[in-house]
């Protein structure tokens, strides 16, 4: 595991004495411009007199090495940004590597996995840094050749002067480049020139991960380092009462059992003695707090939908009058659980409380929060505590809390020991910060010719903030709109899940829309391209999406999925904004057996130029297989505090056998990089209830599908 | 606590660990091969896949004491430099995104297709249906499986 535990200042040391007199160019991260770009020396690197946001290193034998900084959990973003910077660089990909920094907010920004906003914010500093030091490799060839570097060019790794047909490796020029001034102000490509951006690149790690090499937070063994698991309350709103730990400390293996707030952590010498004392614990909780079930949230639900005292998100126009005037009223309510985020790898930290530091090293989408509550518990700088990132063996908005880390940490302080806490999968499904369980209200007036004159928007959630994405469409395009929310505190846990609240709030509009459609007699298609141009002609209020970008997604699908103009098949619509992306979709179902089933979808995405569309591709295709899966099948549902499903044997992820065939179409706008991890999910939900509507009439309007009447009796 | 000789990809090992304890966490805690995940615990998910005797197991449900004579081969033993045909197979599709069910999707495969060299689409499905995948890479996988099965031709 020496590779996972190394600091980074012993890293850049390594590097510094491999490539001595090679060319290192310190960027910044907070910056784009080029006159942040400083040439330093390897003795400079050595000693510590680093004052750069982030390093690109250009060694005499041709290697570049770039330092990814944010956590990588899949989203590819190990290969995409050292992309990025070598299309500017016009390296030769293969030898490109990539080392994974440590937490590190000195050198860089925004080490965080989350919001799909990556790529979107680190294009222009990436792209500069590359083109930099391409521009510093010509300087130098046409100092030896003594020839203009306006008559050079670059390719593949290597310098050409094409006149003579002489060429130089970027490996040979490292040395000299590195005495260059650096410029300012360097020429990006045309991204018409582009030759790696937008190719297919395989994934980094791909070798380390299909050897089975240590990669994983999972995968942290250190030099005396003990093993722990923890035993939280059992139920949201219980706390510890007793401990009775003499049986499990008399077992094998076991180090000590220690009680803090109302955890008990057993720890031993390995996973498995650990997991077995912790058996043998007896313990009694009581009650701080309700035992909420989930038939409690169903009506609390319904008082909430009726509740005076909603905060109010939009307002346009005047809502009361536009339905008092309405020629037809639809109102349709909708419902998701609860949901854990199920990352295959189950939580878990390392920690090293010692006296002059704290170590940590694992799983986290941000480094920086997990340092800071860390320094906050033990009342420490958070100079003095490092993080090291492993790669995460997924996160989907899991690893954003840090509750995981503090904990290890807190109990590495106690026992003044190394420990790795590990979590069971019960642990991670029973343990909180989940999607949260949500209930909207939809309400939409027509005036006689079928056009939308009112809509209302309730969502009520548990502990769910704000449900609502109030300046999404269709707001913009309704005269008379509000949107409010009214939220009930539960003791359950929450916190972000993949696509944040539109990962239901997307099938629960698109679907009420397709209702909408239907009501008003139009095509579901034809109704949200005349709502968009209403927004594009006369905008009530704000209008915080792009129109334009709207429609070319929905466009794209259009012709596509054959919409409007395939016979025989059930198809269903739905397009929907998140982040900074446009997702359309076109969902197809059969009924094959009474069961309707979902055979293929539609994907048209428009998220600014792709990067690398292997990456790309996995990211649209695992996010509706995502959406599609937790729609369909997952529930997690609770008695008097606990959750009833506990493993995979009774909550349900999707499996091989229940995946669609899905076909993927980008937009081609040449817009910069707008981020891709989350918007292809929210779609997803409501092409397949569209679809499923038509092909058997039955309009699901709650989740997972699977256990609805409607479903059952095709 | 009793001493468990073991025979792990061609090589002997020795484990000093309880009856009871399963193989995941002794290939993992106590002889450092790690590329076999702990997913579930429960026979569901499909991480820890190894081979007993060319069989896919699930590691994390097969005690140590029932091992035996009997050969196990992990990820690390498919191949050292990653060119067994269904390790080539992955990184040619390009299959992993967080990359952490992979090995036990590739162990699995690999036992289908030892067994059964020319696997229809219905028989790979069937397999690999025992395997979850929380990134959702399923498309790839089948493509993999299948990419495999022509390349160990």
């Known amino acids: 595991m020496s590779s996972l535990s190394k600091p980074s200042r012993r890293n850049f040391m390594k590097l510094a004495a491999t490539a001595s007199g090679g060319l290192f160019l310190g960027f910044s991260w907070t910056s784009s411009v080029a006159s942040a770009l400083e040439v330093v020396s390897d003795t400079a690197i050595a000693a510590g007199e680093i004052e750069f946001n982030s390093f690109l290193a250009l060694s005499p034998d041709g290697i570049v090495t770039i330092f990814s900084p944010n956590p990588e959990l899949g989203q590819n973003i190990k290969t995409s940004f050292p992309m990025i910077v070598a299309e500017e660089l016009d390296a030769d990909w293969t030898k490109v590597k990539v080392v994974q920094a440590p937490l590190d907010t000195n050198k860089f920004e925004r080490q965080v996995t989350g919001g799909s906003g990556a790529v979107p914010h680190s294009w222009d500093r990436l792209r500069t840094a590359g083109a930099t030091a391409r521009h510093m490799l010509m300087e130098a060839a046409a100092k030896r050749w003594k020839v203009s570097a306006s008559t050079l060019t670059t390719d593949n790794g290597m310098v050409v002067h094409q006149a003579t047909g002489r060429k130089l490796s970027y490996g040979d020029l490292a040395t000299e480049a590195s005495k260059v001034p650096v410029p300012k102000d360097v020429k990006l490509k045309d991204p018409k020139n582009f030759k790696l951006i937008g190719t297919a690149v395989r994934n980094v790690d791909n070798h380390e991960m299909i050897t089975g090499k240590p990669l994983y937070g999972m995968d942290v063994y250190k030099e005396g380092m003990l093993f722990a698991m923890i035993q939280r309350p059992k139920a949201f709103g219980m706390k510890l009462k007793s401990v009775d730990a003499a049986a499990a400390k008399a077992m094998p293996g076991i180090v000590d059992v220690v009680t803090f707030k109302s955890n008990v952590a057993v720890v031993g010498k390995s996973t498995w003695q650990v997991n077995k004392a912790r058996k043998a614990l007896k313990l009694e909780y009581e009650e701080d707090a309700p035992l909420e079930s989930s038939t409690d949230h169903d009506r609390i639900f319904k008082e909430l939908l009726d509740s005076p005292d909603a905060t109010v998100h939009r307002k346009d126009g005047d809502v009361a009058a536009a339905f008092q005037k309405a020629a037809k009223v639809i109102k349709s309510e909708y419902q998701c659980p609860f949901l854990p985020h199920s990352p295959m790898e189950p939580m878990n930290f390392f920690a090293h409380v010692r006296l002059d530091g704290v170590e940590l090293a694992g799983p986290t989408q941000t480094p920086e929060r997990a340092r800071s509550e860390v320094a906050k518990l033990l009342n420490i700088a958070p100079e003095k505590v490092t993080v090291e990132l492993t790669r995460l063996g997924g996160g989907f908005g899991r690893r954003l809390s840090a509750d995981y880390v503090v904990e290890a940490a807190e109990l590495s302080s106690i026992i003044k020991a190394p420990v790795k806490v590990i979590w069971t999968r019960e642990d991670d499904m029973t343990g909180g910060t989940y999607r949260p369980a949500v209930r909207y209200r939809f309400e939409a007036a027509l005036d006689a010719k079928g056009n939308m004159i ?191 499903q506990k493993n995979f044997n009774n909550y349900r992820l999707i499996r091989l056998k229940e995946v669609p065939e899905v076909d993927v179409y980008f937009v081609n706008n040449g817009i910069n990089p707008t981020g891709l991890g989350e918007p292809a999910l929210p779609p997803t939900g409501g092409a397949v209830a569209n679809a499923i509507y038509k092909a058997t009439g039955k309009r699901l309007r709650n989740q997972p599908f699977i256990e609805q009447a409607e479903l059952k009796t095709v | 606590m009793a001493t468990y000789k073991l025979q792990i990809n061609g090589r002997s090992y020795e484990a000093d660990v309880e009856a009871d304890t399963p193989l995941l966490w002794v290939l993992r805690d106590n002889l450092g091969l790690v590329g076999t995940k702990y997913g579930c615990g429960i026979a569901q998910c499909g991480a820890c896949t190894v081979h007993v005797n060319g069989d896919a197991v699930r590691s994390c449900v097969y005690p140590v004491s029932a091992v035996g004579t009997s050969k196990v081969t992990t990820i690390e033993g498919l191949s050292e430099n990653g060119d067994h045909p269904v390790q080539l197979a992955w990184n040619e599709v390009d299959v992993a995104q967080c990359g952490y069910c992979q090995a036990g999707q590739i162990m699995a495969a690999t036992a289908l297709l030892n067994k059964n060299p020319n696997p229809t689409q219905e028989e790979i499905d069937n397999t690999m249906n025992g395997n979850i995948c929380r990134c959702g890479t399923y498309h790839r996988i089948r493509e993999a499986v299948a990419l495999a099965a022509n390349k160990s031709k």
């Open chain 1, 454 to 644: 009112g809509y209302k928007l309730r969502g009520v959630g548990m502990s769910s903030g704000n449900p609502t994405r109030e300046d999404n469409f269709p707001s913009g395009s309704v005269d008379n709109l509000l949107i409010d929310s009214v939220e009930h505190k539960s003791p359950i846990t929450t916190g972000p899940w993949r696509a944040p609240i539109t990962n239901f709030l997307a099938f629960a509009e698109q679907s009420f829309l397709d209702e909408v459609a239907q009501a008003a007699g139009k095509d579901p298609v034809q109704f949200r391209l005349e709502l968009l141009a209403k927004a594009k002609k006369a905008p009530v209020g704000e209008i915080k999406y792009d129109i334009d970008r709207m429609k070319g997604v929905i466009d794209l699908a259009v012709e596509k999925s054959g919409w409007g103009r395939k016979k025989g098949v059930a198809q269903g619509f739905s397009v929907y904004f998140s982040h900074r992306s446009y997702v359309a979709q076109v969902g197809e179902v059969a009924v094959k057996n009474n069961v309707p089933v979902v055979t293929k979808v539609y994907a048209a995405c428009d998220c600014g130029m792709v990067v690398n569309l292997s990456g790309a591709y996995q990211q649209v295709k695992g996010g509706i297989v995502d959406g599609l899966g937790h729609a369909m099948y997952s529930n997690l549902t609770f008695k008097n505090g606990a959750p009833d």
